[in-house]
């Protein structure tokens, strides 16, 4: 009884934000739509869609959607609400994707979960092809089995005895519901056949291109699967003007998204974040006004060539991200303005297929001039002290204790990167206190230069029964070197280039070849140029891209692929499908084995089997079986310390397998 008060409860909510005639009208039905949550005749679809509200299945099922094809339906003379939702159930396991090294016996991973979607729609207006609102609620409940904290807090930080302290993240021991997708549309426009000219705005998934530019990932759960776009566990907020300039040929498409809002409350702007920050005009170190993080695109969709057999769309696109106050080494230590332009193409000609998305970036990152001494918490001697981190007594090796007198000289010395590594002197007099020889930063600026293009196709050996497909993809690459920022000029430090391609919310893993391997289940790949000297004797952790010495993003990689589609007509009626897999893959910029030489590019090559099957209409199943063999550059590198164990050069094992329930 709880579950149909609690549905009720959600359809009062979604209707009391639509304009409507009054309540009463929604009541009162016509003879045809009396029966209330009454399953169609259609086969019944699950909906998740990318570019409208009823347009474009989320899953790779069918994407030709009948608006009937709902479990429940309630219509009324211009109300109608609908509700769908499905029940996937997924086994995952893999060994040596992190480390690849059979010795690391705690290199392998096992989940069982379970995730139940519900969508409720609501749509306002005389004509259901073109509703004058529609409104969509979608939301989510998933766990691991026998894994009791599904959800985790962020890290904290505390100050005792003078020092930080971080407390560190807890979890919640209960699943729990939470909100994936929330937007309303309102059409501008009365065509009969579809809105034209519409306004959407709420949390809902936009991407540009294939996603690469900009991907829909705005929260992501965990390892991709057999659908990486049904592991997004929530959809950036932003809104959208669609406008059909031509109609059925030329879309305009303009995008924002406010990404991060620290300025929502006055305990927020008085936070004080910048009191190692060396050029602050922030009053006390507060964090101040106008810190906010935000995406604005604009986007064309041009049909080209839409003849019956042959068909050419294509979609330029440009953007700019404006990121504030990001973590480069420490939190809110760099600004970072990041804008692209870029290029999808789609093209069919009877069986033959062929794609292609490119972009090309620019922009700067800021990273600001940082005191990098910090207090801590030192055992000395069995006595709790309080310590300076990048401050020593009289030699490199002790560090300073924060006496009165110790802090009233740090306070009082000159902060700026020329005195790394010379003794703290207060009025002409030895303290006995010397800097680190990295203690402060720089200001540096840091320019983007980033580019990536990928390209498949395919062709029918056998109509509708065999494909062969091909993929080839380059993006750019960068790999941090070690700069001792000391002897660099002003020049030198203010026009740095980062040649690496920037992906912003993407977890791209292909399209007509599906990457289940390198691009899905995390096999690590170097982020520095010298992966045997540590980042903390560098100093240049990877995070401008928002990773770390490792990363599994789409940056500084290449590859190319083959793969066959199978798609039997003995079995058309299941939609069966099976799809071996081989991609070669290296790195356009390899990192350094010693000073003067250099590692091999090649990273080595990723064979899968992907397959799918409709066991009953409302019933399917897939699923992939994959393995990574390493290449020379893993097997020059194998035996590293990692911080999670050792690297090898071992093969890699996954295996997801998926069955679906949709209602």
């Keep these: 009884m709880k579950f149909f008060q609690t549905k009720s409860l959600i359809a009062l909510i979604l209707l009391s934000a639509i ?49 009937d094809s709902f479990l429940g339906t309630t219509q009324a003379s211009k109300q109608i609400f609908k509700t769908s939702g499905k029940i996937v159930k997924e086994v995952f396991a893999n060994r040596n994707m992190a480390y690849l090294n059979n010795a690391n016996a705690l290199d392998r991973a096992f989940r069982l979960r379970t995730t139940a979607d519900g969508i409720f729609l609501a749509s306002y207006g005389d004509n259901q092809k073109n509703p004058m609102v529609d409104a969509k609620l979608a939301l ?25 302290v971080t407390v560190p993240s807890s979890s919640i021991q209960k699943s729990v519901l939470w909100l994936r997708e929330l937007f309303v549309k309102i059409s501008l426009d009365k065509n009969p056949d579809k809105s034209l000219h519409f306004l959407k705005f709420g949390s809902f998934p936009y991407e540009l291109g ?98 019956e057999d042959t068909k050419l769309n294509v979609d330029p696109y440009a953007y700019m991200y404006v990121a504030r106050d990001q973590n480069l080494e420490f939190y809110a230590d ?91 002197v207060n009025d002409g007099t030895d303290t006995g206190l010397w800097n680190a020889i990295d203690r402060f930063r720089p200001q540096q600026e840091i320019f983007y230069h980033g580019y990536f293009f990928v390209t498949d196709m395919s062709y029918e050996l ?52 599906q990457h289940l391997v390198m691009l899905n289940t995390g096999v690590p790949r170097f982020t520095v140029q010298y992966p045997k000297v540590s980042a903390e ?62 590692a091999s590019h090649a990273l080595g090559t990723a064979l899968s089997i992907e397959f799918m099957a409709t066991i009953k209409e409302c019933l399917d199943m897939g699923g992939y079986v994959g393995w990574m063999v390493p290449g020379p550059q893993y097997k020059q590198f194998s035996g590293l310390q990692l911080k999670g164990g050792k690297l090898g050069s071992d093969v890699a094992y996954v295996l997801n397998f998926t069955m679906t329930y949709k209602f």
């Design 19 to 67: 304009p409507t005639a009054s309540f009463a009208d929604f009541l009162t039905t016509t003879e045809s739509s009396k029966q209330l949550l009454t399953a169609s005749n259609e086969p019944i679809k699950y909906i998740d869609d990318l570019e409208g509200v009823l347009e474009e299945d989320d899953d790779n099922s069918s994407a030709t959607v009948n608006k």
């Design 140 to 164: 989510r409940f998933r766990y691991d089995v026998g894994t009791p904290a599904l959800i985790a807090t962020a890290p904290s930080s505390i100050s005792f005895a003078g020092a930080s």
């Design 210 to 307: 294939r996603g690469i530019s900009l991907g829909a990932a705005y929260n992501s759960g965990g390892f991709l699967g057999l659908d990486p776009r049904f592991a997004i566990d929530q959809f950036a907020p932003g809104g959208l003007l669609h406008t059909d300039i031509v109609q059925d040929s030329l879309v305009g498409e303009v995008y924002y998204s406010l990404l991060n809002n620290p300025n929502s409350s006055v305990k927020e702007n008085s936070e004080i974040i910048r009191l190692n920050d060396l050029n602050s005009t922030s009053e006390k170190g507060t964090r101040g006004l106008n810190t906010q993080s935000w995406f604005l695109s604009g986007a064309l969709k041009w049909k080209a060539l839409n003849l």
């Design 334 to 424: 760099s600004d970072s303005q990041l804008c692209a332009i870029g290029t999808a193409l789609e093209y069919q000609h009877g069986g033959f297929e062929w794609a292609f998305d490119t972009a090309f970036q620019g922009g700067t990152t800021k990273v600001k001039a940082w005191d990098r001494n910090y207090t801590s918490i030192e055992n000395v001697n069995g006595v709790v002290t309080v310590a300076y981190t990048k401050v020593y007594q009289g030699d490199t090796t002790t560090k300073a204790v924060a006496t009165d007198a110790n802090q009233t000289f740090v306070k009082n010395s000159e902060k700026v990167y020329t005195q790394n590594g010379k003794q703290i």
């Design 462 to 513: 056998i109509p509708k029964q065999l494909k062969i497909c091909a993929d080839i993809g380059y993006s750019s690459g960068h790999l941090d070197e070690f700069n001792n920022v000391n002897n660099m000029t002003q020049e030198e430090l203010m026009h740095q280039n980062f040649n690496g391609f920037v992906p912003v919310q993407s977890i791209y893993s292909g399209k007509r070849i």
């Design 537 to 598: 004797a560098q100093h240049v952790q990877s995070r401008v891209m928002g990773v770390g010495t490792l990363t599994d993003k789409f940056t500084n990689i290449a590859y190319t692929g083959l793969a066959l589609e199978c798609t039997p007509l003995k079995f058309a009626d299941q939609k069966a499908m099976i799809k071996p897999v081989a991609l070669y893959y290296w790195m356009p910029d390899a990192p350094n084995l010693s000073e003067d030489v250099i």
